[in-house]
């Protein structure tokens, strides 16, 4: 990856774990950390997705990244991957909660597995990560530092996102709370807000052709203020790669926005509410349709 702006070896002898790092924003997150020096692990149910990945970051960075198929729903699913990584190499310096599930939908349209879908995801899944990794932590007096990927709605709210914003929402509480609580042991936990950054799994389920131009990036959202453009990878990878490293000790139980300034001026899908029935059905229709292709490649 170009554009770091860390130098070499800099995660030399981390060993961090990204959530849903098999695709998107996990993938280059996982990248840049085995690019600059760091053993990465990666999770996702779709464990040919998590290999290919593996192997060909493996390539292009000459690091070292792992894949393991799990299902972050499933609590004891995700504790057998955590003591599966420690007995492979000892204690993770660091980990990133990224894997997420999100769709658009009006809220009145959701039932509550709907709901459950996300939530299960996003609020319940990364703790239970934070969980089965702090508890060996303490337990093994580890500093480590935690980065859980939000979203700008946690400041001013999600709709037609609404499961999603209320979980992030909680994660962002999380990461306030578990700074103070586990601060002492030398854990720290900071939180990414990214606005837009196109990727294939957010724009499937928050973009589609149906919603009249697409309502995921800087532009369809009509932002007018700040840096009105999508992010670049790279700008995420620097902030994630600086929270990962050595050297900012002090800084915990912050979430910081990297989103242009669009939170700022808006920068969430309230510009939704002109769509009809029709458009509503033809956007679920091409959601579904995304994860049923995803579905049939799950492993776990
Ligand atoms: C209303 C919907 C729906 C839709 C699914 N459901 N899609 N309801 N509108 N468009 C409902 C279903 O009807 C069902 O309820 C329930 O959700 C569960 O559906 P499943 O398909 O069985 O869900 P599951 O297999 O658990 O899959 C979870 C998922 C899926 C969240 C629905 O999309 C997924 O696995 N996503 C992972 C990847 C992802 O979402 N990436 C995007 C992250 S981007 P009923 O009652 O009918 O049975 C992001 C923020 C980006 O988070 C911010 C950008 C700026
Ligand atoms: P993505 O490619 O769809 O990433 C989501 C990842 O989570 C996938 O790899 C998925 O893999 C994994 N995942 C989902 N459910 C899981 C489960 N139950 N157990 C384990 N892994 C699971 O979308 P993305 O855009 O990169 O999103 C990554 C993160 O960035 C998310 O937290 C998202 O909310 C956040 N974000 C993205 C943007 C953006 O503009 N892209 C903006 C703000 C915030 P499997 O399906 O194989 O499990």
Redesign the pocket.
């Known amino acids: 990856m170009e554009n770091l702006m860390f130098r070499d070896g800099i995660l030399k002898g981390k060993r961090i774990l990204v959530?849903?790092?098999?695709?998107?924003?996990?993938?280059v997150m996982s990248e840049a950390y085995a690019q600059l020096g760091a053993t990465v692990y990666i999770?996702?149910?779709?464990k040919g997705?998590?290999d290919e990945t593996a192997k060909n970051l493996s390539d292009k960075t000459r690091g070292t990244v792992k894949a393991i198929a799990?299902?972050?729903?499933v609590a004891e699913a995700v504790d057998d991957m955590i003591a599966q990584i420690w007995a492979d190499g000892g204690a993770l310096t660091g980990l990133v909660?990224?894997?997420?599930?999100?769709f658009i939908s009006r809220t009145k349209d959701l039932s509550p597995r709907g709901f459950n879908a996300i939530a299960?995801?996003?609020f319940r899944?990364s703790f239970y990560v934070t969980l089965a990794c702090g508890k060996r932590w303490i337990e093994g007096k580890n500093k480590a530092s935690v980065i859980s990927?939000?979203?700008?709605w946690i400041w001013n709210g999600g709709p037609f996102t609404v499961p999603?914003a209320m979980s992030?929402a909680g994660l962002n509480v999380m990461t306030m709370s578990l700074a103070q609580e586990w601060g002492p042991h030398g854990i720290r936990l900071n939180a990414i807000?990214?606005?837009?950054?196109?990727?294939?799994?957010?724009?499937e389920?928050l973009n589609p052709a149906a919603s009249g131009g697409g309502a995921?990036g800087a532009e369809a959202r009509g932002v007018q203020g700040g840096i009105a453009r999508?992010?670049e990878m790279y700008e995420l990878c620097n902030l994630a790669t600086f929270l990962m490293a050595d050297g900012c000790e002090y800084l915990t139980g912050q979430t910081i926005a990297i989103d242009g300034g669009m939170s700022l001026v808006g920068g969430n899908f309230s510009r939704l509410a002109s769509l009809d029935d029709a458009a509503w059905d033809a956007i679920r229709g091409q959601i579904r349709s995304a994860n049923d292709k995803?579905k049939a490649?799950?492993s776990v």
């Open positions: 959530t849903g790092g098999g695709t998107g924003l996990g993938e999770c996702g149910r779709r997705v998590l799990c299902d972050i729903r909660n990224n894997a997420a599930g999100n299960d995801i996003v899944g990927i939000l979203t700008t999603s992030k807000a990214p606005g837009p950054f196109p990727t294939k799994g957010a724009w389920r995921g999508n992010g995803d490649q799950r």
